[in-house]
């Protein structure tokens, strides 16, 4: 089995190179995976809002996580998919199965997002 060689790289130019790619990652989800920008533009809207909104700061602090948390599951939902896809874009029901728990995955994580943002703001 051949290992990634960037594998061996340690220190700071390890953690230079896992930013760079972080921000590669963050920037084609954007250009390619129209759910992300969606959710960015909710982020956008809402990341402001929380602190604008009367909350305690541990109920600020859920909301902003439970936005960050959907950025991060729409990215390795995305993952998911390409992964999927770079293997085969035939119909398989495997494929299907992935795609459809990436997918569930999103659903759970909004409606998270959602029942945080009710309970602070009406609790």
């Not at 533009?41 to 902003?64: C, E, H, N, Q, S």
């Not at 398989?92 to 459809?100: C, E, F, G, P």
């Given at each position: ?20 790619y972080s921000c ?59 992964t999927v896809d ?38």
């Amino acid at each position: 089995m051949v290992e990634s060689p960037h594998k061996g790289k340690t220190g700071l130019k390890r953690l230079l190179n896992a930013f760079r790619y972080s921000c590669s990652g963050i920037k084609e989800a954007y250009r390619n995976e129209d759910a992300f920008r969606q959710e960015t533009l909710l982020a956008a809207i809402l990341l402001p809002l929380a602190f604008w909104l009367d909350a305690t700061a541990v109920g600020r602090a859920l909301m902003i996580g439970s936005v960050l948390l959907l950025l991060i599951v729409e990215l390795l939902n995305s993952a998911i998919e390409a992964t999927v896809d770079r293997i085969s874009l035939d119909d398989h029901r495997l494929a299907k199965r992935a795609k459809d728990i990436g997918s569930a995955a999103v659903l759970i994580t909004i409606v998270n997002l959602m029942l945080v943002w009710l309970l602070v703001l009406l609790g």
